[in-house]
């Protein structure tokens, strides 16, 4: 039962570094997302994708990006890391459909990112 | 920017109490989603509502789709320690995928 996996779990950068946070899901899901949450603000969307090569902005996507190769797989890529994105970032994926029970999302349990 | 309101930001009460909270916009919404987060753990899903005036239940948790699709609430009845958390609204809108969460309430339960 391994839903929505992210890795790393932990993960301190220096500035100007880049990474990739994983994501995939073991569910057949189209819809997937990247969410970042900081103290105060909720989860804000990054990016999202609704299936296999399409990929769209969200409300946050500067400094972030995502490519989707797969139904399984959604990776998010940080180019050059700043301060400013220390966060905890979660994966999600849902069936993708509105106003029925495919809009669930289901959720990764988080990779928490230091920016020094 | 945020476009739901969720309030209130953080409660603090003695177990055994009933807890309500609640989400407001200014757009209408076609679902309305309700998620509990643990201490380093992602959201889960308590409730989700489809229809206008849904009223659904789970438990101790009941949660409504407000009439107006602008507004949603979740009640806890009989609070107990582990209902400790930060508890999320989320709401999508017509003709998109993409759900839009609220800032949080963050319940603490002394026992």
């Known amino acids: 039962n391994a839903g929505v996996t992210q890795t790393p779990k932990f993960q301190v950068l220096k500035t100007g570094q880049s990474m990739t946070l994983q994501c995939a899901q073991d569910?057949?899901?189209?819809?997937m997302s990247w969410y970042r949450q900081d103290p105060g603000m909720g989860l804000r969307l990054i990016h999202y994708?609704?299936?296999?090569?399409?990929?769209d902005q969200g409300e946050v996507p500067n400094g972030y990006n995502v490519s989707r190769s797969t139904t399984e797989d959604f990776p998010l890529r940080l180019l050059s890391a700043a301060p400013s994105q220390t966060s905890v970032y979660f994966c999600?994926?849902?069936?993708?459909?509105?106003?029925?029970?495919?809009?669930?999302?289901?959720f990764g349990q988080g990779t928490r990112l230091t920016v020094v | 920017g945020q476009q739901l309101n969720q309030s209130p930001q953080s409660m603090f009460i003695q177990e055994g109490e009933d807890v309500s909270m609640n989400c407001t916009s200014s757009?209408?919404?076609?679902?309305w989603l309700w998620y509990k987060q643990d201490p380093g753990e992602g959201p889960v899903l308590l409730i989700a509502?489809?229809?206008?005036?849904e009223l659904t239940s789970n438990g101790r948790l009941t949660a409504q789709f407000g009439i107006t699709r602008k507004d949603s609430f979740l009640n806890i009845s009989a609070s107990i320690p582990s209902d400790v958390g930060i508890y999320f609204c989320?709401?999508?809108?017509?003709?998109?995928?993409?759900?839009?969460f609220g800032s949080g309430t963050r319940l603490l339960v002394r026992p």
């Open positions: 999600a994926s849902s069936r993708g459909s509105q106003g029925s029970i495919g809009t669930e999302a289901f």
């Open positions: 569910m057949n899901h189209e819809y």
């Open positions: 994708s609704v299936g296999a090569g399409i990929t």
């Open positions: 757009s209408i919404f076609n679902t």
């Open positions: 509502l489809y229809k206008a005036g």
């Open positions: 989320a709401g999508q809108k017509d003709s998109s995928y993409k759900l839009i």
